[in-house]
């Protein structure tokens, strides 16, 4: 679900206008010039950076970075985190305190340190990361320090141009409603950047500003790692090569040390990718889902003879594997093929373990393989389906907090997590387990991509394909909307050759049970089906493809050239 963060001059139409006033308001000299230098060089740059505000979307707040109601910077950042204040002291009794940390972005540190000053000067405690850490480990810290609330800095997956802000709650998962709605009618009642404290108020009292890190670090560590289901296994097998990259992120301070304590000997780096650097000079995309940002990782694999490569994006909540497939080439999984094979490894191990009980279950978003809720069927574990965004399988967890227990959860854009220490996708759980369970594999004599193949010989072939059409500024944006308003008016009479025989429309919570959500999911007889959907985050629209059977590779052609114009 998408709420419109408005962070300005609310009520104002004119981009021009809004342009204007930061031109006259409490902006410093630096943004009025940049401001300035945009009216008289680049209208379509300067309507894009003001046309609207940024939005809070199944990400969070996100946006290129820039001067601008629709741009990251200093000013939009320190409103929301404003806004995130006034909630706080509204609606929390007692001690307040925020964690917070950030990735090697540009400008991720200095967010970081705004936001942080922010509520210090608001009288709200910050525990501040003395460095870049992962998102997950941000969420783990908020439950560890029994916080408040957590603000990770961070654009994920996104180019460069991009930086975020993403905001936790207390127990440790992203912000859902009633409390997203609410933070963000608070930031809309901040009409300058004169109501936002980013000085002390004299007379008024600070929040204490904690640095922490390494005792945060060796906890998360140890926590994470207590989950291995096979450590026999990784003994055996603990010379496996893996070739590991952070794709310049900041996975690389502790997913290489979780691997060696879980017992894996021979982690092999791309030396040029360890560096912590927010140009990524090596990559066009810092995205794990992308072939070209595997590619050097690929080719040290082929220099050293591993079997298995990983990768996480720059704040290390993603995971990307590539494995070696039945003629020793090197080909890159998708996440909802990593995750099936996982979920079934998983599941297998919890039943040879006695861990596997009625109170087990698993969640998967609406978007993931269908395959996932076929494993956990044939194990009689519940499954649950979810909205896209991995906040609401932290939302799940929370609600059957003492009541079930959190096996494991997935969703196709390569988030996975096992156990309820992190609240949210983690890189570095889903690469251990993944390293764990190409050991467990090879005690068995297959490899990944093989026991990925005797996972479809059980439940039959499943094939999935994401593609999105990009639509950039004010017209995209119309654009996008005027997709979706088509469907919903002329929705296809047959998808893939075979008869439409159910519309999901994710705008009706009273028909789907879930929040209300910009999705349409088209199912055919043949049991294909089809979701389109709006990125929260990036100007884009996505069309999620799936299809069953031993022709599924050829109905998803189908259904690519039918939905794709």
Same mark, same amino acid.
């Given at each position: 679900?998408?709420?419109?963060?408005?962070?300005?001059?609310?009520?104002?139409?004119?981009?021009?206008?809004?342009?204007?006033?930061?031109?006259?308001?409490?902006?410093?000299?630096?943004?009025?010039?940049?401001?300035?230098? =945009?009216?008289?060089?680049?209208?379509?740059?300067?309507?894009?950076?003001?046309?609207?505000?940024?939005?809070?979307?199944?990400?969070?707040?996100?946006?290129?970075?820039?001067?601008?109601?629709?741009?990251?910077?200093?000013?939009? /950042?320190?409103?929301?985190?404003?806004?995130? &204040?006034? +909630? *706080?002291?509204?609606?929390?009794?007692?001690?307040?305190?925020?964690?917070?940390? +950030?990735?090697?972005?540009?400008?991720?540190?200095?967010?970081?340190?705004?936001?942080?000053?922010?509520? #210090?000067?608001?009288?709200?405690?910050?525990?501040?990361?003395?460095?870049?850490?992962?998102?997950?480990?941000?969420?783990? #810290?908020?439950?560890?320090?029994?916080?408040?609330?957590?603000?990770?800095?961070?654009?994920?997956?996104?180019?460069?141009?991009?930086?975020?802000?993403? /905001?936790?709650?207390? !127990?440790?998962?992203?912000?859902?409603?009633?409390?997203?709605?609410?933070?963000?009618?608070?930031?809309?009642?901040?009409?300058?950047?004169?109501?936002?404290?980013?000085?002390?108020?004299?007379?008024?009292?600070?929040?204490?500003?904690?640095?922490?890190?390494?005792?945060?670090?060796?906890? +998360?560590?140890? !926590?994470?790692?207590?989950?291995?289901?096979?450590?026999?296994?990784?003994?055996?097998?603990?010379?496996?090569?893996?070739?590991?990259?952070?794709?310049?992120?900041?996975?690389?301070?502790?997913?290489?040390?979780?691997?060696?304590? *879980?017992?894996?000997?021979?982690?092999?780096?791309?030396?040029?990718?360890?560096?912590?650097?927010?140009?990524?000079?090596?990559?066009?995309?810092?995205?794990?889902?992308?072939?070209? @940002?595997?590619?050097?990782?690929? &080719?040290?694999?082929?220099?050293?003879?591993?079997?298995?490569?990983?990768?996480?994006?720059?704040?290390?909540?993603?995971?990307?594997?590539?494995?070696?497939?039945?003629?020793?080439?090197?080909?890159?999984?998708?996440?909802?093929?990593?995750?099936?094979?996982?979920?079934?490894?998983?599941?297998?191990?919890?039943? %040879?373990?006695?861990?596997?009980?009625?109170?087990?279950?698993?969640?998967?978003? *609406? /978007?993931?393989?269908? =395959?996932?809720?076929? *494993?956990?069927?044939?194990?009689?574990?519940?499954?649950?389906?979810?909205?896209?965004?991995?906040?609401?399988?932290?939302?799940?967890?929370?609600?059957?907090?003492?009541?079930?227990?959190?096996?494991?959860?997935?969703?196709?854009?390569?988030?996975?997590?096992?156990?309820?220490?992190?609240?949210?996708?983690?890189?570095?759980?889903?690469?251990?387990?993944?390293?764990?369970?190409? &050991?467990?594999?090879?005690?068995?004599?297959?490899?990944?991509?093989?026991?990925?193949?005797?996972?479809?010989?059980?439940?039959?072939?499943?094939? %999935?394909?994401?593609?999105?059409?990009?639509?950039?500024?004010?017209?995209?944006?119309?654009?996008?909307?005027?997709?979706?308003?088509?469907?919903? @008016?002329?929705?296809?009479?047959?998808? &893939?050759?075979?008869?439409?025989?159910?519309? /999901?429309? +994710?705008?009706?919570?009273?028909?789907?049970?879930?929040?209300?959500?910009?999705? =349409?999911?088209?199912?055919?007889?043949?049991?294909?089906?089809?979701?389109?959907?709006?990125?929260?985050?990036?100007?884009?629209?996505?069309?999620?493809?799936?299809?069953?059977?031993?022709?599924?590779?050829?109905?998803?052609?189908?259904?690519?050239?039918?939905?794709?114009?």
């Amino acid at each position: 679900m998408i709420y419109r963060q408005t962070l300005k001059l609310k009520d104002m139409k004119d981009y021009k206008e809004v342009a204007q006033s930061w031109l006259s308001g409490n902006f410093d000299d630096e943004t009025k010039s940049a401001v300035k230098q =945009l009216m008289d060089t680049d209208p379509a740059a300067l309507e894009d950076a003001f046309y609207r505000n940024l939005e809070f979307g199944t990400g969070g707040l996100r946006g290129t970075m820039g001067v601008g109601t629709n741009r990251m910077n200093k000013y939009t /950042v320190g409103m929301a985190t404003q806004g995130l &204040a006034n +909630y *706080i002291k509204a609606h929390v009794e007692g001690e307040k305190s925020v964690c917070i940390s +950030y990735d090697a972005r540009n400008n991720s540190k200095l967010f970081a340190q705004i936001s942080a000053d922010v509520l #210090s000067n608001n009288g709200i405690k910050v525990f501040l990361f003395d460095d870049l850490r992962p998102t997950p480990e941000l969420s783990y #810290s908020i439950r560890m320090k029994k916080a408040t609330a957590g603000i990770m800095v961070t654009a994920s997956h996104n180019p460069k141009e991009y930086n975020g802000y993403k /905001v936790f709650w207390s !127990d440790g998962g992203q912000i859902t409603a009633p409390v997203d709605k609410d933070i963000v009618a608070e930031v809309a009642k901040i009409e300058d950047p004169a109501d936002v404290r980013f000085s002390p108020i004299p007379g008024e009292p600070k929040g204490e500003i904690v640095m922490m890190g390494a005792e945060v670090d060796e906890a +998360y560590l140890r !926590d994470i790692t207590s989950l291995a289901l096979s450590p026999e296994a990784v003994a055996k097998h603990a010379d496996l090569k893996i070739v590991y990259t952070p794709l310049h992120g900041c996975g690389v301070r502790l997913m290489p040390e979780a691997l060696k304590r *879980i017992g894996f000997k021979n982690i092999i780096h791309v030396p040029e990718q360890d560096v912590n650097d927010g140009n990524f000079p090596t990559v066009v995309s810092p995205n794990p889902e992308e072939p070209a @940002a595997m590619a050097m990782a690929l &080719a040290k694999a082929d220099e050293t003879g591993a079997d298995l490569v990983l990768a996480t994006d720059p704040d290390a909540d993603r995971l990307g594997i590539a494995v070696r497939d039945n003629d020793g080439k090197m080909v890159q999984l998708t996440g909802n093929q990593t995750w099936s094979f996982l979920t079934w490894y998983i599941l297998t191990r919890w039943k %040879e373990l006695g861990k596997l009980n009625e109170k087990g279950y698993v969640v998967k978003t *609406i /978007v993931t393989t269908e =395959l996932i809720a076929a *494993i956990c069927e044939s194990f009689g574990v519940k499954c649950y389906n979810v909205l896209t965004g991995f906040k609401y399988i932290a939302e799940v967890v929370k609600r059957n907090e003492g009541k079930g227990v959190f096996i494991c959860g997935g969703e196709e854009s390569y988030g996975f997590n096992l156990g309820e220490f992190v609240r949210d996708k983690c890189a570095q759980v889903a690469g251990i387990m993944v390293a764990e369970c190409a &050991a467990w594999a090879a005690e068995q004599g297959l490899t990944l991509y093989q026991l990925l193949q005797k996972v479809y010989k059980m439940y039959g072939l499943y094939e %999935e394909k994401m593609v999105y059409i990009v639509r950039k500024g004010k017209t995209g944006a119309e654009e996008i909307q005027k997709i979706m308003a088509d469907y919903r @008016a002329n929705p296809p009479k047959e998808i &893939a050759g075979s008869p439409l025989v159910k519309v /999901v429309d +994710y705008l009706k919570p009273e028909e789907t049970g879930l929040p209300k959500s910009n999705v =349409l999911q088209f199912f055919n007889a043949a049991g294909d089906v089809v979701s389109v959907r709006p990125s929260g985050t990036e100007p884009k629209i996505k069309f999620y493809f799936g299809a069953k059977g031993d022709d599924a590779p050829k109905k998803i052609e189908l259904l690519k050239a039918q939905f794709i114009k």
